[in-house]
C-alpha cells in the first residue's frame, strides 16, 4: 500500500483538482490530509469525502507531514502538496520500483507556461539530477522503514524538504522517476515570476553554501 500524506492549510482552491487526479489513478493507496488550521472551506470539502483520512494537527510542513506519516499504514509514504498533481502512472510506478529503491521523487514542471517558471522547473530538475536532493513539492517518497528510521522530516519552519533529502542521500541513492508531477504556478504567478525565481537563486544558494535561512516571509511565494 501506499500511504499518500498531503499537508494542507487554506487549500480550498487547489486541493479539489490535487483529490479528483490522485483518485482517478490506479493503485492501492490511503489518503491522509493532515490540516494545519484551515479557515477557509478546505475542511468541508474534506469532511464530505469519506476516503480521506483527516487528520487536525500543529501548523508548520514538516509537524503536519510527520504527524500524518504516524497515522500510515503503507510500505511507501508518498508526501504531495495540495497544489500538486501526480502524473497519470504515478501509483503504479512507485509500485514496480525494486526493493533495491527506498527513497526519491518525481521531476517537477508548473502548471503555468512562461520563460520564468520554465527556468524555476529547470532549476529544480537539474539540481535534482546532480545532487539527489528534491524538494517537497516533488512528490517526495520513501519506505516507511527508512522514515522512521531517519526520524522524519526536521521540525524547521523552511527548508525540512531540503534538509530531510540531505540525510536521505546519505543512507542511499534517491530514485528520479521519468514523469512529472505538475504545480500549480498561482503563487509564483501573484508574486511576480521574476521575483519568485530570484527568491529560489537565492534559497538554492543559501542551502549549498550553509548560509544562515531566510525569514520565514521570504518563502511566501515559493513554499
Not at 521531476?107 to 530538475?125: A, M, Y
Not at 528534491?134 to 517518497?141: E, I, P, R, T, V
Request: hydrophobic share 45%; aromatic share 8%; proline share 4%.
Amino acid at each position: 500500500m501506499i500511504s499518500v500524506i498531503i499537508p494542507v492549510l487554506n487549500e480550498e482552491k487547489a486541493l479539489p483538482a490535487t483529490l479528483q487526479r490522485l483518485f482517478a489513478l490506479d493503485g492501492d493507496i490511503e489518503v491522509i490530509v493532515a490540516d494545519g488550521g484551515s479557515r477557509d472551506n478546505t475542511l468541508q470539502l474534506l469532511e464530505q469525502d469519506p476516503r480521506i483520512q483527516l487528520h487536525h494537527c500543529d501548523a508548520g510542513r514538516a509537524r503536519q507531514m510527520n504527524s500524518g506519516a504516524a497515522k500510515a499504514r503503507g510500505e511507501w509514504l508518498l508526501f504531495l502538496h495540495a497544489d500538486t498533481l501526480l502524473p497519470d502512472q504515478a501509483l503504479a510506478d512507485l509500485q514496480a520500483l525494486p526493493d533495491s529503491v527506498q527513497a526519491g521523487g518525481f521531476r517537477h514542471r508548473f502548471s503555468g507556461n512562461t520563460i520564468g517558471l520554465g527556468l524555476v522547473s529547470w532549476l529544480h530538475n537539474f539540481r535534482c539530477r546532480c545532487t539527489r536532493v528534491f524538494y517537497g513539492d516533488q512528490a517526495m517518497f520513501i519506505r516507511r522503514a527508512l522514515f522512521t528510521e531517519l526520524g522524519g522530516f526536521p521540525d524547521e519552519p523552511v527548508l525540512e524538504d531540503l534538509i530531510f533529502s540531505d540525510r536521505i542521500a546519505r543512507v542511499t541513492t534517491p530514485h528520479t522517476m521519468d514523469s512529472y508531477v505538475v504545480t500549480d504556478s498561482r503563487k509564483f504567478e501573484q508574486a511576480g515570476v521574476w521575483l519568485s525565481l530570484w527568491r529560489v537563486i537565492l534559497i538554492l544558494l543559501s542551502h549549498e553554501l550553509k548560509l544562515p535561512t531566510p525569514a520565514r516571509k521570504f518563502f511566501a511565494s515559493v513554499r
